[in-house]
Structures are given as structure tokens and as C-alpha cells.
């Protein structure tokens, strides 16, 4: 017997108390993760989870927001019917209504919409849930309309853009055989904690680790060997001043550069402004921190740079930030080598499969033709070009202003309006369409201002087909019955495609067979997946190769890694082909708000909206609290619970203080999502990065007051 059998066995748990092990994940996070759960089910009902030993990524571990999962999916505020608004919008006035009737009248509506204003006029949106991303996007297209859009249009596709524009595909960091890794804006003991067990290992194996981050963080305490703590937002001047550095110390990659560089001789002549001294004025540092940190990532090799998606791209400058941080790649000759940044080409589900699906092929195999612009690509080209999905940042703005074509309508998959800077003006946007559906597992805000809202199932209550680093995939099944009447995303959008008549048989074949059909291409045989009921390893699956991507040619114009960008020069003429750098506020604002507030860092039992009302998680941190620098809070008479109103040019929030040591003289954090503290009101929507499109959420002038909340 195995050990993992042994595990099992002991946890078959006697068949007198009537209780059955089932083997599911957490889909409470993003799916880099979704630990293995093991499901302790009695008379329907989950009355026990542990993580599932030996599972792929998570090893049998959970973090507090795992464990809270009983609590998640069992939240008193799940919906659990169809409903149909009565009420005004946002008076959460709704009747029950039959499955059958929310699909005739979305039908109806949709129907209606698309004769009058064209199928355009229909935007189909996910939030962060991203397993049925593909079918509703082809959803969409089958419908007619380009605007599929999700949550993705603040998080991490910015730096796939960026690696389109410099490389051609997305990289990730090959941390594991790393001399040196540059831990860049990122702290796992928070927002991925799977990752700790590799960092501790090549930790004991000598590795140099260098964080760079404003605060005092677990990673910087544990695990930095030198922290670099830098002001928000100026990443790029660092980058570029380590991008001189390197040249003058002689320590390019001569070789890699001539044969595989586009645009070097024009980045060489443009660092040339960063000089030590200028680029420790800009970002606070020491001179000796920055010429240490650059020797060991340029000569102790192989190094990598991580890969985070959201901090240094949550910045007005975030897109050029992230091109001068991994430009540093390429001169040293780091990129598509073993330790350093690698080229990963075969995605599923926004997770590197290792091997090749058919799922891009029917995402857009029913795409419109001559379709309209999608919402966003007027504004934002470099999007437009790189990217298969709409940029949501400027939905508000083409549903209030109507060009260059109305929207009239959203069927929203679990949209959460507070993840967008400002977002009392989506909601506002919002009640100007004609026809709002939210398919979701909890009465959100959004939902309240929905004509119909449809109830969704969490993991423990569907199958999804997954797959894991490593080259593992899965096929989970319930275990338990989905609650009250709720359906999986999946089901939803097969029967809307049946309700509409569309001429698409894939789709309306259901869930299961159109994953059979994107995985009609490979050794790996969905049967297998769903007998065996755990991680299987797929056969093709292979791992990274290093050297073949460059050996082959890079997927750019030019076929190398561009320093300068000739798709920035073609795309979006007005913007900079070099990446340059420029401070991340606007400047405009005015100098009556001389601190920093940065939204968003990630707390280890929040996650976006969906912790925050989870008794367990909540009760960590009961109240919504802004971290401030002790002595800024000392200077104005602030202790540990005690309400600061902070106001930018945005709005002005009061919530309680939070003073620490952690933070930097001058700077705030705080986290969003929460309904009675929004952060994110204070974060302003119009000035977006124009290579992007994301906001500046990391990077917000304010100034604090002493009080102002409620006794
Ligand atoms: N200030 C600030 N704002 C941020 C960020 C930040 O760092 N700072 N981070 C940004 C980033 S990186 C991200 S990823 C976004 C996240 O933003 P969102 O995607 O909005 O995140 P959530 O609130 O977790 O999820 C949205 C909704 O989906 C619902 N939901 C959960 N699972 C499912 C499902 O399976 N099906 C359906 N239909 N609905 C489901 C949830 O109940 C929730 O209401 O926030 C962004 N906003
Ligand atoms: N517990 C938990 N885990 C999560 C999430 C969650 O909400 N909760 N969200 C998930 C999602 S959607 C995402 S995208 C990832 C994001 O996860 P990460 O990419 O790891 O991002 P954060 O944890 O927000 O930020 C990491 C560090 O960057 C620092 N930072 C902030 N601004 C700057 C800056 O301007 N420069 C530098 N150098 N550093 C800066 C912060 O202080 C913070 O310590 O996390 C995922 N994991
Ligand atoms: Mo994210």
C-alpha cells in the first residue's frame, strides 16, 4: 500500500456515521492554485475539509481562506433562485421567478437588442472565475457581438502584453534553478503561499533572493538577502538605472544581444539619463543596495525576475515599468534560459498546460466578421492589437458617451463592480442600459442593480476540467448537489445558447463535450481524467525547453527580443517605442495631496470581495483598516483603531488607522472590496496607463486628517 492509500484508507471515515470522503479543489483563488480539497460530505451537506495530501501545487495545504471554504460556500447571502427585479434598480426589490422565465426574458431582451442596436450592443463579462472564460466568450461570439471582457482587464494581461511586445509569447521565472531571483513587487505569504515550499528549498541552496517592495513584508524579513525599499510607482527609473549599470560595468551579454536584441544601441543611448545618483533621488534608494542588487542579478547567473501581476502594473506608468524591469533580461542574457525568464506557449484556462488544447481555436472559431471595434480598442491600440478580449477600463465611459456605438446591455458572470477604480460610476453606468443579468453566487451590489439575476454553483457543486503546472490535468465532479436551484456557469450558458437559437451545435452540445472536442488533438483521454478522479499526468505534456524558443526565432516582427518595440511604433504612434519612464501620478494633481496611497496589497484571508463577508475570514481583521507609517500616524495624534479620513481628487473615505513600521514614511495601504470602506473610490478612472489601459491603483496622491468616522 501506498503512503497515499494508507492516507486514504484512514480516512474512509467508518460507514455507521454515514460520512464519504470526495476529492474536489477550492476555487476561492485564482487558478494558479485551487488546492486539493478533500470534501467530508454527510447527508448532503460538507461537514469537513482538509487539503488533499500529495495534490499537485498545494501538497495537501490550505491557507485560512481555504479552510474557510464551508463557510464560503454556505455564505447566508448565497441566491437561490432566478430572480426578477420589481423594484427600482439597486432597491433589491426581486421576485422569484422559474429557470424558464429568466431564459425567456433574457431571450426575449437580447433578442430585441440585437434587431435595434446590433449584437455589438451586448457585452458578456466574467469576473476573476476564469474556468468557463472560453465558453462564454464564444458565447458571445456566436451571439454576434465582439465584446467578450472580464476582470483580466486589471489583472496580469498586462504583462502578457508586454511579453507579446517584447518576445512575442507570454514567460513566466524558472525560480527553482535560479541563482539569483529578483523578487520584484511580490510576497507570496500572502498571494501565493504554494509557492513558499520551493522558495525555502533554494533558499537552503544558496540562492540570492532581492525584493523590492515599499514595505516590510514576510518575504522581505524571511527571505530577502537584501531589500530594496523603494517608493511606489518608480520601479522604471530603478530598471532603467540598473539597465546603465550593467552596460557600464560590462556586463551585457554580448552574444545574446547582437544575435537576438532588437533596438539595443536606442536603449543603451536612453539609459544613459538614469545615472546612480538620479535614480536614487527618484525611488529613495541607497546607491550601494542598487549597485549590489544589479551585480548579483547580471553576473550571478542564471537569475530571473518574478512575474507578478498586479502590483507594478497597477500604475498609471505600469506597462512601461514592467518593459525597462524585463528588458534587464535580455542584455544579461537571462531570457529563455535555464534560471532565468522562460517563454510558455501552451495555456488552458489561463494556466500553463505544458501541452496543446484546441481551446483558442474555439474560443474564436465563431468570431464575427467585420465586427465593430470591441469596447476599449479605440482607446487603448496596444491592447487592441495584442489582446483577445476587450479592455473593460473604458466600458463606462462608451456606455455613458455611446461611441463610437451604444452598449444596452451586460450579461455579467460574477461582475464586481469594486474592482474598477471609482465604482459607484460603473453602478451608475450600469443603470443607463437596457438590460442587466448577473449570474453569481452571492446578492452583490451589481446584482441588486440586475433586471435578472441567475444563481451560480461554487466547485463542490460542479465539474470543471483543470489542469496544473507540471503537466497534470483533472476532471472534478460534485460533491454535493448544487444548492437550492443554482446551476453551474457552464450549464447557464449551453441553455442560453439554446434560448437564443444560436447556429452553434459545439456549444449546445454541452460542457463536457466541448472540452472532449479542445482536447480532440491530444494523448491525454477525458475518460481516463474522469474515472481516476485525481491529478492525472498527461502523456504529451513536456517540459520547458531552454534555448528552443530563441533558437527558433521569437514570434515579433523583427523575430528578437525588442528593446524597442516596432509593433509600439506601428500600433500606437503616439506612444514610446523605448520603455521609457515617467512618474506615476499624474502631475497635474495638485501638491495639496503629498502622500501615497497604494490599494490592493494583498492580505493572506481577503480575497478581492468574496472573504470579506465569510464569518472565519472576516473575523481576522473585523474592521477595514488603512496601514499607515507610525510616526506619519504619530505626527498626527493616530493610534491603532482610531478613524483618519483620507482624500484624493477621486472621493474621500473615513476608515480606522492602522499604524505600523511596515510602511514607508509618507505612503498608505489599504485593501479593497469592502462594501462599507471602498477603497477603490478613492482611486481615480480617467487617467488610465495608455499602453494598457490599467489604473493606477498602487499610486494615489491623498492627504489624511485625524477623524472623521463614525464614533
Ligand atoms: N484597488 C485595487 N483594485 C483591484 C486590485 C488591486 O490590487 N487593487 N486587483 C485587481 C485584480 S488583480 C483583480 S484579479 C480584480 C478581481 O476582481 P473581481 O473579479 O471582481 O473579483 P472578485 O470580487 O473576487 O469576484 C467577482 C465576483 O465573482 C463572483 N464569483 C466567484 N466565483 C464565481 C463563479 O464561479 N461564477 C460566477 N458567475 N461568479 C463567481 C464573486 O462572488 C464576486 O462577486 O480586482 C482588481 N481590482
Ligand atoms: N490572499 C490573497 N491572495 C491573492 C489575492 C488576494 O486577493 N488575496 N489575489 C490574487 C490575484 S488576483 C493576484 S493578481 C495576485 C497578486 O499578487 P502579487 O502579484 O504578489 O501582488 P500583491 O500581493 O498585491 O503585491 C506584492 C507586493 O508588491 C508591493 N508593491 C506595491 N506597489 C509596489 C510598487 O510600486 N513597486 C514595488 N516594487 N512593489 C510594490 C506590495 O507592497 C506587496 O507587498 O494575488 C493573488 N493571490
Ligand atoms: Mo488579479
Known amino acids: 500500500m501506498t503512503e497515499l492509500e494508507r492516507l486514504q484508507e484512514a480516512k474512509i471515515p467508518c460507514k455507521e456515521t454515514g460520512i464519504e470522503v470526495k476529492h474536489t479543489f477550492c476555487s476561492v483563488c485564482e487558478p494558479l492554485f485551487h488546492c486539493g480539497i478533500d470534501a467530508y460530505v454527510k447527508d448532503g451537506r460538507v461537514v469537513k475539509i482538509e487539503g488533499t495530501p500529495d495534490y499537485p501545487v498545494s501538497n495537501g ?171 511606489p510607482g518608480t520601479d522604471g527609473a530603478l530598471a532603467l538605472g540598473m539597465g546603465k549599470l550593467i552596460i557600464d560595468n560590462g556586463w551585457v551579454d554580448r552574444d545574446y544581444v547582437e544575435h537576438h536584441v532588437h533596438g539595443f544601441e536606442a536603449y543603451a543611448g536612453y539609459v544613459r539619463q538614469f545615472d546612480l545618483k538620479r535614480v536614487c533621488e527618484i525611488t529613495g534608494l541607497a546607491a550601494k543596495d542598487v549597485e549590489r542588487a544589479t551585480e548579483w542579478y547580471a553576473t550571478n547567473k542564471p537569475s530571473c525576475i518574478s512575474q507578478s501581476g498586479a502590483p507594478i502594473v497597477h500604475h498609471r506608468n505600469g506597462y512601461q515599468t514592467f518593459r525597462a524591469i524585463m528588458s534587464l533580461s535580455a542584455i544579461t542574457g537571462n531570457y529563455d534560459v535555464k534560471g532565468g525568464n522562460f517563454p510558455i506557449g501552451e495555456t488552458y484556462s489561463h494556466q500553463w498546460a505544458g501541452f496543446q488544447t484546441r481551446e483558442h481555436e474555439f474560443t474564436h472559431a465563431t468570431k464575427p466578421k467585420d465586427a465593430p471595434p470591441r469596447i476599449g480598442d ?39 463592480h469594486r474592482m474598477f477604480p471609482e465604482p459607484h460610476k460603473i453602478l451608475e453606468a450600469v443603470d443607463e442600459l437596457e438590460f442587466v443579468m448577473s449570474a ?78 479542445m482536447l480532440s488533438d491530444c494523448a491525454l483521454s477525458l475518460d481516463d481524467c474522469i474515472r481516476e478522479d485525481r491529478p492525472v499526468r498527461v502523456p504529451d505534456a513536456r517540459p520547458y525547453e531552454p534555448g528552443a524558443y530563441t533558437a527558433r526565432g521569437y514570434d515579433t516582427p523583427t ?38 496611497l497604494s490599494v490592493g496589497a494583498r492580505l493572506p484571508f481577503a480575497l478581492h470581495s468574496r472573504m470579506h463577508e465569510v464569518p472565519w475570514t472576516r473575523s481576522l481583521r473585523p474592521d477595514p483598516m488603512a496601514d499607515l507609517n507610525d510616526g506619519d500616524a504619530a505626527a498626527l495624534g493616530v493610534g491603532e483603531g482610531d478613524w483618519i479620513t483620507i482624500e484624493s481628487t477621486a472621493g474621500t473615505l473615513a476608515v480606522r488607522a492602522n499604524p505600523t513600521a511596515r510602511i514607508l514614511p509618507g505612503c498608505l495601504q489599504m485593501y479593497h472590496g469592502y462594501r462599507e470602506a471602498d477603497a477603490n473610490e478613492l482611486v481615480g478612472s480617467v487617467h488610465l496607463d495608455p499602453y494598457s489601459g490599467y489604473p493606477g491603483y498602487n499610486c494615489v496622491r491623498c492627504r489624511i486628517r485625524k477623524g472623521g468616522g463614525k464614533a
Open 559 to 596: 523575430g528578437k527580443f525588442e528593446l524597442y518595440s516596432t509593433s509600439i511604433e506601428r500600433y500606437a504612434p503616439g506612444l514610446s517605442p523605448l520603455p521609457t519612464y515617467t512618474p506615476p501620478w499624474d502631475r497635474a494633481e495638485p501638491e495639496e495631496y503629498p502622500m501615497v
Open 378 to 416: 479605440r482607446r487603448f491600440p496596444l491592447w487592441e492589437h495584442f489582446m483577445d478580449e476587450g479592455q473593460m477600463t473604458d466600458l463606462t465611459r462608451q456606455i455613458r458617451e455611446g461611441t463610437p456605438y451604444p452598449v444596452k446591455a451586460v450579461m455579467a458572470f460574477g461582475l464586481n
Open 61 to 231: 495545504n490550505l491557507c485560512p481562506k481555504g479552510h474557510a471554504n464551508r463557510q464560503y460556500i454556505y455564505r447566508a447571502d448565497r441566491i437561490q433562485t432566478p430572480l426578477r427585479r420589481t423594484g427600482p434598480r439597486g432597491s433589491g426589490q426581486f421576485e422569484e421567478i422559474s429557470w424558464e422565465e429568466a431564459y425567456r426574458e433574457i431571450a426575449a431582451r437580447l433578442k430585441q437588442l440585437k434587431a435595434a442596436y446590433g449584437p455589438e450592443s451586448v457585452l458578456f463579462y466574467s469576473g476573476y472565475a476564469k474556468w468557463y472564460r472560453s465558453f462564454l466568450q464564444r458565447l458571445a461570439h456566436s451571439f454576434g457581438s465582439p465584446n467578450f471582457g472580464s476582470e483580466s482587464s486589471t489583472c496580469h494581461m498586462a504583462t502578457v502584453e508586454a511579453w507579446k511586445d517584447m518576445v512575442g509569447t507570454f514567460s513566466a521565472y524558472d525560480v527553482q534553478n535560479a541563482a539569483t531571483f529578483m523578487a520584484w513587487a511580490v510576497n507570496p505569504y500572502h498571494s501565493k503561499p504554494t509557492q513558499l515550499r520551493q522558495l525555502y528549498e533554494v533558499k537552503e541552496r544558496g540562492q540570492k533572493i532581492v525584493v523590492i517592495d515599499p514595505r516590510v513584508t514576510p518575504m522581505t524579513t524571511k527571505l530577502a538577502d537584501l531589500h530594496l525599499r523603494i517608493r
Open 440 to 517: 453569481e453566487l452571492f446578492m452583490t451590489d451589481m446584482c441588486r442593480h440586475s433586471d435578472i439575476v441567475l444563481p451560480v454553483c461554487t466547485s463542490f457543486e460542479r465539474e470543471e476540467f483543470k489542469v496544473y503546472p507540471g503537466g497534470f490535468a483533472t476532471y472534478i465532479k460534485p460533491v454535493i448537489a448544487p444548492l437550492y436551484s443554482a446551476r453551474p456557469d457552464s450549464t447557464i450558458i449551453k441553455e442560453l445558447a439554446d434560448v437564443l437559437d444560436l447556429d452553434d451545435p459545439l456549444l449546445r452540445s454541452g460542457y463536457e463535450n466541448c472540452v472532449r472536442w
